[in-house]
Each structure stands twice: as C-alpha cells, then as structure tokens.
C-alpha cells in the first residue's frame, strides 16, 4: 500500500502514540520533540506533566522537529504530530499536503475518559476539553479548508482503527 500524505495532525488522546508504537509506517512527531526538548524521566511522567513538562534542556526542540518532518516526508513514514503553528506553517507554506483528524462533537466525556486513562493532569484534561474550547476546536477543524483530507472520529474511535486510510 502507498501513502497518500505523509502528515496527519490530529489532537490529544486521538492514539498517535499507541499507532506509532505498534506500527513502524508511522512516527509520533510530538513525542520524539517533547522527549528531545524536556528532560524526561519515563512514559508516566511524560504523560502526567503535559503542560509543566519541567527543565527545558534543548531550545532547538522546534529546528529537530522540522528536520524529523523534512526528513520523513520523503521515506515511506507517516508523521503524527498535533496543532503546532511553527510546524503547520512549515506544512502550508511548502504545499504539503496532510489529513486532518479531530474527534466528533459529541465525544468530549469519552476524551475527557481517555486523558484521565494515560494519566494526564487536570491542568491538562481541563484546557483540552472545557466546554468552549472542546465546542471552537470541533468547529474551527470542521470549517478548515488548508487539510487535503479530514475525518472526524466517531465516538470509540482511534487512529489505529483508521490507519489504513492513510493508504491506497
């Protein structure tokens, strides 16, 4: 199978570190960048300190995830990476085409669920998920037209139950 792109921004709790574990065709972006950036002790705290990820020990986190992104693009992976301004610009600004993928409206409990799951602090799971944010990021990734493909996730639904629409 072929890929059709090679990015898909997605949001939190969405499985982009679960498929990137159990399938080589994808990268996890956003973790290789933060465990490059913090100082990190293990999975639990990576995921408990989302936000307050503690002591900054390379300030070119954004220049090594850009070269990750360049580098990749051109092999046989898939990237995953959630909403990043730099990286996105970096997207539209060399015509590159990504899926878009954002949970359904309806499924704020379910994320809410899922966060508390892996251990994410409430900081964390309340600036994810408050009502007028949960409500503006649906629709602000509803109304987008940049993506060059979009699928909103049905309720219990995962990267890795989708994966294969990545591919032709």
């Not at 499985?15 to 994808?26: A, E, H, N, Q, W």
């Not at 639990?44 to 090594?64: A, C, P």
Request: some cysteine; hydrophobic content about 35%.
């Amino acid at each position: 199978m072929k890929k059709i792109c090679s990015v898909v921004l997605c949001g939190p709790a969405v499985g982009k570190t679960y498929l990137s574990k159990i399938d080589s065709r994808f990268i996890d972006l956003d973790g290789m960048k933060a465990k490059y950036k913090y100082e990190i002790i293990d999975e639990t705290d990576f995921e408990k300190n989302k936000l307050n990820r503690g002591k900054v020990i390379h300030q070119d986190s954004l220049e090594y995830a850009l070269n990750i992104l360049k580098k990749e693009i051109s092999n046989d992976k898939i990237i995953l990476l959630s909403f990043n301004k730099q990286l996105l610009s970096y997207l539209w600004d060399n015509n590159i085409d990504y899926f878009l993928v954002y949970p359904n409206i309806n499924s704020r409990e379910e994320y809410i669920n899922r966060m508390k799951k892996r251990g994410n602090n409430e900081q964390f799971i309340e600036a994810m998920t408050n009502i007028r944010d949960w409500n503006l990021f649906y629709t602000q990734n509803k109304n987008d037209t940049k993506p060059t493909y979009k699928i909103e996730l049905y309720e219990g639904q995962y990267l890795s139950e989708i994966k294969n629409k990545f591919f032709k």
